[in-house]
């Protein structure tokens, strides 16, 4: 019996009896991060990374969490777990299982390269790798970090010297924190949907240092948002919420912005492909990093990444998975 199999509740342990990142009711199950579609509400206990912990409390509500530090070994029925940095938002995990000298690694979502805060990607020695494929295609490929910044921030000068406000419309959970970490530097001025607000506070109280922002509310100074940043989720780009911002031009911050054309078709001014996961080079040296010596390939494109993998003789499969797009990549 292989030490991860696919079940109709995710991905199983049985010699440790547990699961991860299940997409139905289990009695234990090791969480990669606090994406909807990785971390679910219902299940008895909870584990996860510590800086995880306190988003599950408030997105899924009272249920027994534990967490660990990464690289701290925690044992379920003799089987090594540990958890590693995924890079992917603040405190995304890998989860790494060992068990009668056999290392399997699940990544959840992740990338390859340093934002500044959501932890630094760590490449997993073991034998079978599960990864993630959500730009799974050679087309994409990300500038640098810096100036893929750089863009954003030149784009809101702009719109500030024409009196105009920046409308930055970033997932909640994990884009938010980067965008505002991001333009912090060129205006005071940031205010946030009450959803990134929730976000914004809660990784605070777990000791994240962030720049201060401003929650938007009915009560908010019309005066106040003149010359403004306002990060919002995508969810609220064809509100009327909107309309009190004007004038005001609007940007999505997403991986699919790479491709020319995906800005106008969300009906945005600008996009910018500034994404929370690995490009095609990121996903195939990390693959490379992890001496593995068999793959498998879900959500995304997991078909051409994993036909890649073989063509370069690399044993290769796709694993069918519920895990999805939670917000805008």
Known sequence: MPLLQLTDKGLYCARGDFYIDPWRSVHKAVITHAHSDHAKAGHQAYLCHHLTKPLL???????????????EPVYMNGVKVSLHPAGHVIGSSQIRIENNDEVWVVSGDYKTYDDGLSGVYEPVRCHTFITESTFGLPVYQWNNINEQYNDVREWISHNLSQKINSVLFAYSLGKAQRMIHAVADITPNIFVHGSVWTIDQTLREAGVRLPIVKRITKETDKKELQNAVIIAPMSTMDSSWLKQFSP??????????????????????AGFAISDHADWNGLLSAIEATGAEKVLVTHGYSSVLSKYLNEKGMEAGVLETNYGDEGDN
Not at 63 to 71: C, D, L, R
């Open 57 to 71: 409390k408030v997105r899924l509500g009272n249920y027994h969490f534990e967490s660990v530090a990464w690289n």
């Open 248 to 269: 005001y031009k609007t940007a999505v911050c997403s991986g699919w912005m790479h491709i020319r054309g995906q800005a106008r078709r969300n009906q945005a001014d």
